[in-house]
């Protein structure tokens, strides 16, 4: 499957962004879907993930109660909603998809190319 993740952008502390990672060439919901991030100079981290029928979500705790992940199976498409980013929150954002989902990248074979965020204090 391939993944296309964009919605990426300039924003200020306190602002909100959707991410979107659209999916092709498989079916997307056989997928548990995460999305990551990697900060300048840091390792990539789990920040969210949905399971295959979109009922059950997680959440990094320092992402928990702002940020919310959806998927729309019809329109094989995830999404991140961002909302009071913080600068903290600046880095890279990677959508994945996994057969087996959890919070280690290792866990996820497909990836998309990562959308940036940078988030201005």
């Known amino acids: 499957v391939q993944l296309q993740a964009s919605g990426g952008g300039l924003v200020q502390a306190g602002g909100s962004l959707r991410l979107s990672c659209a999916a092709s060439?498989?079916?997307?919901?056989?997928?548990?879907m995460g999305w990551f991030r990697q900060a300048p100079g840091k390792e990539r981290e789990f920040v969210a993930s949905?399971?295959?029928?979109?009922?059950?979500?997680y959440y990094a705790d320092s992402v928990k109660g702002r940020f919310t992940i959806s998927r729309d199976n019809a329109k094989n498409t995830v999404y991140l909603q961002m909302n009071n980013l913080k600068p903290e929150d600046t880095a890279v954002y990677y959508c994945?998809?996994?057969?087996?989902?959890?919070?280690?990248?290792?866990?996820?074979?497909?990836w998309g190319q990562g959308t940036l965020v940078t988030v201005s204090s």
């Open positions: 949905i399971t295959r029928s979109g009922v059950t979500t």
């Open positions: 060439g498989g079916t997307f919901s056989n997928y548990v």
């Open positions: 994945a998809a996994s057969y087996s989902g959890g919070y280690y990248s290792s866990k996820y074979y497909y």
